[in-house]
Each structure stands twice: as C-alpha cells, then as structure tokens.
C-alpha cells in the first residue's frame, strides 16, 4: 500500500526510480510529471519531488542509476575475464555475449539512451556519467587485450563495432528486425544473434591481427556458429 511504502524511505526510493526509468522510457521526458510518477510507484503526488527535489534531479537520477549498472557490468565482466586466465579470444566472446545480454535484459535503458541521441545532446541528461561508462569499457578493453587506447586507436573503433553490433537490431527489434525474419522477442533468435554478433566481432578482429599470433585470436572453446 502507499502509505507502507512512504513509511519505508529506501523502498519508496527504488519504486520511484522504477517508476521514473519506466515512463521516461516509454513516453520521454517532457510528457512524464512527477505526478505520473508517483501515480505509477504507489506514492503520493507529492513523494518524488520530496525524494528529488525536480523532475530534472529525478531524471539525472535514472540515468546515473541506469549507467552505474552498465560500469558495474564491465567491472564484473573484466575481473572474470582476469580470473579466467584464458585466451583473448575467449575473452572478448564473453564480453562481447555480456553486453548483448545486458542490453537485452534492460530494455528501458536502450530506450532511454536513444531518446538522449535523439535529443542531440540538447535533453536534460547527465555527460559525466555517460562518459565514465564509456571510458571504463574502454580502458578493460585496451587492458586485456592489448589493443591501443589512443583516441579514434584500435579499442576505441572495437568497441563501437560491438556497440553497434548488440545495440541497432535491439533498437530496431520491431522494425528492421521483423522485416528481415528476426524476432528478437524469442530467446532463440535472440542467441543466434548474439552468436551472430559474437562472431563477426572475433574473425574480424583476427583478420585483422593476424600477426598477433595463433593463441592469441584461436576459436574460442564455445561454438559460436549459429
């Protein structure tokens, strides 16, 4: 119940925040008000902006909520990649199986990351954040696996392949993708996509390094065909 809820200050927190990442992503900033919010947590009217202070605050909030579950993705994705002691390859298919599932997983944050591109960078959302979790996807990437991290250098053109790899088909699920045959709903397709993606990552990056020897860009153990 509501008042439950309000009594309980973490909890009323969460949901508003739930809440708030919901309608921002469904109907965008400016048609979402803190009313619709609580409406939608199960608070009062009034509870969002006493937590938040503005629906502006209250944005930045999800955002900053949103990415810190991507950098904790990456965080948690290189120490297995550290602990693993396995090859390069191995490596980057799990990273690269990582960040599909976590897109894949999180529906609200691609759309509330499209509506900031759509915005031109003109929306009220917060760059710092944005920028550290690209940057940390950055730098594990160059780290283990030795690639260059200059600007516009080897890492930083690999991540974007991965990024547009997972990220366009998930965007464009119900358009591009249905037109082609691919139903991104159906956890099936969903896989060959990801072993899809995981692939072309892989035997282009080996390509394209070809000098950096067998071990180091060989088949990974797991069967990336689809």
């Known amino acids: 119940m509501p008042a439950d809820r309000e009594r309980n200050p973490d909890r009323s927190r969460a949901a508003i925040l739930d809440a708030a990442e919901q309608l921002f992503a469904e109907r965008g900033y400016d048609a979402?008000?803190?009313?619709?919010?609580?409406a939608l947590a199960g608070v009062s009217r009034a509870t969002p902006g006493y937590f938040f202070g503005s629906k502006t605050e209250l944005y930045a909030a999800v955002l900053e909520r949103a990415l810190g579950e991507v950098r904790s993705a990456v965080r948690a994705g290189r120490e297995r990649a550290l602990a693993s002691n396995r090859a390069a390859g191995d490596i980057l298919a799990g990273a690269v199986g990582d960040?599909?599932?976590?897109?894949?997983?999180?529906?609200?944050?691609?759309?509330?990351i499209e509506r900031e591109a759509l915005a031109g960078g003109r929306g009220p959302g917060m760059v710092p954040p944005r920028l550290a979790a690209g940057q940390e996807a950055l730098a594990a990437i160059a780290a283990e696996l030795g690639l260059d991290p200059a600007p516009s250098g080897e890492a930083a053109q690999l991540l974007l392949s991965i990024i547009s790899l997972c990220w366009f088909p998930l965007v464009h699920a119900d358009t591009?993708?249905?037109?082609v045959g691919v139903d991104l709903s159906d956890p099936?397709?969903?896989?060959?996509?990801?072993?899809?993606?995981t692939a072309l990552v892989l035997y282009g990056l080996r390509g394209f390094h070809a000098s950096a020897g067998a071990d180091a860009w060989r088949e990974p153990d797991t069967d990336l065909r689809p």
């Not at 979402?32 to 609580?38: E, M, N, R, Y």
């Not at 960040?99 to 509330?112: E, G, T």
């Not at 591009?176 to 037109?179: E, L, M, S």
Request: net charge positive; proline share 3%.
């Open 188 to 197: 099936a397709h969903r896989e060959i996509r990801k072993r899809h993606v």
């Open 32 to 38: 979402t008000s803190l009313a619709d919010v609580g």
């Open 99 to 112: 960040y599909f599932d976590f897109l894949a997983s999180h529906p609200n944050f691609v759309r509330l």
């Open 176 to 179: 591009v993708a249905t037109a």
